[in-house]
């Protein structure tokens, strides 16, 4: 025990807990704060634009480091800028612990200036909120949601803290030679031996990684049970790239802008295994139309996520990487397995034609230089000027299709964008994150000109703190998925359209660099141009309006049926029960 100041306790716990990186925003419940970082040397802090756009940029460098490395420290009423920030790492279960700073404890209640209900605003949408009232319950409560945040699932905690409680010293003790907890849980070994049993006589089975798998480290597990058994692999947006989509069994990304030969392949399964997946509206069930065609086995360490939607066959409770190894191991002892090269397995040969016709697809639409630009042949100038270490980021719209549909991922981690929560403007402050978690990989960034308008603010910290990306602008002068989408529904698009600045003069307003590019024989050599500039970078194209939602799910372009009763034709069903349901 030592006295200390409250602030000093905060940060020695936040450092302790694994922190190297604080983003804050100033306001006169954070001035103590500030001022006690500045003789900090082992975490690094900074200031952006706003702080949602802070708070997109710790979930880029979070994700991309798989651990709370970067906390939020945040000034009363600004505290509710952060809330779909805290959406995104929800659904994607990114872990991170933010702190709010309120108004002096004994103002509370007074009606003073910006007091904030910040833990009951903040509840719905982190995995742990709480309230100190006492400087030496500091140390203990911030190590609480450091470990939550690291939980199962994952995901961002938040601490309310009154400003009185920084400046006040008392005696404190703070956790040291703490590290993140790890879940491994293993399952039944007889539920694993059924689950072996269903996949040694399974004649078309699949796998259905999700990023489960990834935060658990199963790349290799996933690995060794699909050549184990030949069966290929489908990923979500998570995980895409944890079995290298150059690999014969890879079949790239389920889910409603997944690759059609993945949706093609789940959509004929007699046995589905879905590992570390929500089997979400988004991983797989595209809009609660898409049917579980054959027998399900899903394993997740969140058992809320069994039977969600789909009932499962064996709902297994565990950690990926442990509930794969025991799976590989039980299959070696399953009297009914033989084993041989992944290659010889019956179905193999579809496997392998089915993505061959996906990437002779891929192939084609990336070579059209039509004009105005095709949005593929952006994605593939994107592709053409990165290696396969540096990171792709992408923000919410058709752009994420087109950047998920038109890359390919050799490792896990190499995609990122707002998996689980679609919000419009997170692209470039999550790809500012993801560079600072690896700076020495090239980030490039695609976002609509509907996204970027959100975010753009952010160029002044990225100069500020010599973080350079590059931002391609997909320019359609629309807020484009919307526009397809009511055009569509109605026959008409409302509350689309945009009248645009010119990016490039706004880029270089505040001090970074771009150019417009109108030609497609111009894009590989300005993409390659904004990665070498050393700098913010930004491309604006205008493309081509022709191309919309890239659709490839069984839901094909997105309507809504006519209500019907007792059950909707999309997004009421009972979980399971597509085999009773007729799905319009």
């Known amino acids: 025990m030592a006295l200390m100041r409250g602030a000093d306790a905060i940060l020695d716990t936040l450092e302790e807990g694994g922190t190297d990186l604080l983003v804050g925003y100033i306001g006169h419940t954070t001035q103590e704060l500030a001022d006690a970082t500045r003789e900090r040397t082992g975490m690094r802090t900074m200031y952006p634009a706003t702080e949602l756009g802070g708070a997109h940029l710790i979930n880029g460098y979070n994700y991309i480091k798989g651990r709370a490395a970067a906390a939020g420290l945040w000034h009363t009423c600004g505290t509710l800028l952060i809330p779909m920030a805290l959406y995104e790492g929800m659904f994607s279960r990114i872990p991170s612990v933010h702190l709010g700073f309120n108004v002096d404890g004994s103002f509370k209640g007074r009606d003073s200036m910006q007091e904030m209900p910040n833990v009951e605003s903040l509840a719905p949408t982190t995995r742990y909120a709480t309230r100190v009232e006492r400087p030496d319950k500091l140390p203990e409560t911030i190590n609480r949601a450091i470990q939550r945040a690291h939980g199962s699932p994952a995901g961002p905690t938040f601490v309310d803290i009154p400003f009185d409680l920084t400046v006040d010293i008392a005696e404190m003790d703070i956790p040291k030679g703490w590290s993140a907890p790890t879940h491994r849980p293993g ?17 078309r089975p699949v796998l259905i990684v999700g990023g489960g798998a990834v935060s658990s480290g199963a790349d290799a597990e996933v690995k060794q049970l699909a050549e184990l058994l030949g069966i290929p692999v489908t990923t979500t947006l998570t995980s895409q790239g944890i079995l290298p989509e150059s690999h014969p069994l890879s079949l790239g990304t389920s889910g409603p802008i ?32 898409a049917p579980m065609p054959g027998r399900l086995v899903h394993i997740d360490t969140d058992s809320d996520q069994l039977g969600n939607f789909y ?78 270490e540096d990171v792709i980021v992408s923000d919410a719209g058709n752009n994420t299709g087109w950047i998920f549909q038109g890359t390919t991922a050799e490792r896990s981690r190499r995609l990122v964008t707002t998996f689980g929560g679609g919000v419009l403007g997170a692209g470039f402050p999550m790809a500012l994150g993801a560079k600072l978690a690896r700076p020495e990989s090239n980030v490039v960034v695609g976002v609509g000109d509907g996204g970027f308008g959100y975010a753009h603010n952010e160029i002044a910290l990225a100069l500020r703190e010599n ?87 069984s839901g094909g372009k997105v309507k809504w049926p006519a209500r019907q009763w007792p059950a909707d034709a999309i997004g009421t069903q009972s979980p399971g029960r597509f085999d009773r349901l007729a799905v319009g």
């Not at 320019?475 to 600045?501: E, H, R």
Request: hydrophobic residues 45%; charged residues 25%; proline residues 6%.
């Open 187 to 203: 399952a039944d070994p007889e539920q694993i031996r059924a689950v072996v049993d269903l996949a040694v006589g399974a004649k």
């Open 258 to 289: 997944g690759w059609r030969c993945a949706n093609d392949w789940i959509a004929d399964a007699d046995l589905v295994i879905a590992v570390g997946s929500r089997i979400s509206e988004w991983g797989y069930s595209q809009s609660f139309t």
């Open 311 to 388: 009932f499962p066959e064996i709902g297994i409770v565990g950690d990926a990487r442990t509930v794969l190894r025991q799976i590989i191991e039980a299959t070696r002892q399953n009297p009914d397995f033989i084993e041989a090269p992944y290659q010889e397995r019956a179905h193999h040969a579809a496997v392998v034609e089915a993505k061959e016709e996906w990437v002779v697809q891929k192939r084609r639409r990336a070579q059209v230089d039509e004009s105005p630009i095709s949005p593929w042949r952006v994605v593939d100038a994107i592709e053409s000027a990165l290696s396969p």
């Open 467 to 553: 973080i350079p990306v590059t931002i391609v602008v997909f320019n359609d002068s629309a807020l484009g998925a919307n526009k397809g989408f009511m055009t569509n529904l109605y026959g008409q698009p409302s509350w689309t359209a945009l009248n645009n600045p010119d990016f490039v003069a706004l880029a270089r307003a505040y001090g970074a660099d771009g150019e417009r590019v109108e030609d497609a024989g111009d894009l590989d050599a300005a993409v390659k141009r904004g990665v070498g500039s050393g700098t913010v970078y930004v491309i604006d194209v205008p493309i081509s309006s022709a191309h919309e939602y890239p659709a490839t799910g």
